[in-house]
């Protein structure tokens, strides 16, 4: 049976807030969103931002007949890489002509079901790589990378509790600082010489945004400047949650610990960069909950945007390296999109999260309100400005060398 318009117009407005709260970009949505009405025979147009989803849809060639407009508000995604594949796959079936717009309307309500694809013990894990790994790559010594991995275990606890409470989740991001904040000053008195501002922040780098504001340059680029501005103020927003926070547990900390000791000069040799950068894409497929099938994927392109960039970096600086970095990843992952046939974004983003300099961000922050150094980077906030710009223009480049065949 043949669906009405405003069923089609239904499954349109279904599938763009699904694919919004995955943590797809405003520029790809609304041309996504516009490739699956044109396969209705609808036409329109989409207006997304982090907040609100706007449609206006009509039948192709009758725009003055009957027009459907609706509006929702909604919240800024989170990253789902499992399920974004899955409403790809499902929507490209429907295009093929393998299944009913109504099957797939009850495909989309199964995918909304869906949970993560790995146990909480795995993700447990997968929190404890992050903190260590990022410590790892600054170079810490190794006691801060043991003691940024234990601190993460209690970041993922904080993470859950969120999930089962709203009052806990509207503060998460400045409450998980000053918990573990106060924490580690405690452990500087156990462990003399460890890095507390270092392990504070390896602690909690899930939550650094530094994706979040790549994104929303991105988004800027393509012209998408409401939602691009919306990000970026809405990553800014986080950071300086994440410093109150810090700066708070800090100085309940030395209350009741008393002033951190000094740190020693100790750090984990060169060559742990390379396994830190294996760890942390990994334990990144896990957090973005990548499929099994496609998370070997995404952790060779954070190997790949490594090591592009760090050998470029010490022959032709930063600035160039993140814009080589970024355009390998981009053209490996539409690559990856034409022979697959799936989203670039499954191996875009553990890709791009290597390069991006989210935590550079947070430490200019720091250095500019504390002027302390937390890592010896020298005028970190326009080294982090450049960076973001080099790697959206490695992006752009990517996309215009090796033209992508899906919309997402």
């Known amino acids: 049976m043949a669906l009405s318009f405003k069923q089609q117009c239904s499954f349109v407005i279904k599938l763009g807030e699904m694919l919004h709260r995955y943590g797809t970009p405003a520029f790809r949505l609304e041309a996504h969103l516009k490739t699956v009405a044109a396969y209705l025979d609808l036409d329109g147009y989409f207006l997304v931002s982090p907040t609100t989803l706007t449609y206006c849809l009509w039948v192709q060639g009758a725009p003055d007949e009957d027009v459907y407009n609706y509006s929702m508000r909604v919240k800024p995604g989170d990253l789902d890489l499992n399920s974004l594949a ?233 600035t160039l390296g993140g814009f080589l970095g970024a355009f390998a990843v981009g053209a490996y992952a539409n690559l990856f999109a034409r022979w697959r046939d799936l989203p670039a974004a499954l191996v875009t983003l553990p890709g791009i999260v290597v390069l991006v300099p989210g935590s550079k961000v947070y430490v200019g922050l720091d250095d500019a309100i504390s002027n302390k150094q937390i890592l010896t980077i020298d005028n970190v906030g326009v080294q982090s400005f450049l960076l973001f710009m080099s790697l959206i223009a490695g992006l752009v480049f990517a996309s215009a060398v090796v033209e992508p065949r899906k919309s997402l």
């Not at 602690?203 to 998408?224: K, N, Y």
């Open 86 to 318: 899955q409403t790809d796959i499902l929507v490209s079936e429907l295009v093929a002509g393998r299944c009913s717009l109504e099957e797939a309307r009850l495909g989309l309500r199964e995918i909304e079901d869906t949970g993560s694809p790995y146990s909480v013990l795995v993700t447990l894990f997968a929190y404890m790589l992050l903190g260590g790994a990022f410590a790892m790559l600054m170079r810490g010594s190794w006691n801060d990378v043991l003691w940024a991995a234990v601190l993460s275990l209690l970041v993922y606890g904080l993470v859950a509790w969120s999930g089962k409470s709203d009052r806990v989740s509207s503060m998460l991001e400045p409450l998980a600082a000053t918990v573990i904040s106060v924490i580690a000053v405690g452990i500087t008195h156990m462990d003399a010489g460890i890095n507390q501002p270092l392990i504070v922040l390896a602690s909690i780098i899930v939550f650094i945004p530094g994706l979040s504001m790549a994104m929303g340059f991105r988004e800027l680029a393509a012209r998408e400047l409401i939602s691009g501005t919306a990000r970026i103020m809405d990553s800014l927003m986080v950071l300086f949650k994440l410093y109150f926070g810090t700066v708070l547990g800090v100085a309940v900390g030395v209350l009741l610990w008393g002033e951190p000791l000094p740190v020693d000069d100790y750090h984990v040799p060169l060559w742990t960069a390379w396994p830190a950068v294996l760890l942390l894409a990994g334990g990144l497929s896990v957090v973005f909950k990548a499929r099994l099938i496609d998370a070997p994927w995404g952790v060779a392109s954070g190997i790949l945007a490594y090591s592009v960039s760090t050998l470029v970096t010490n022959e032709w600086g930063s």
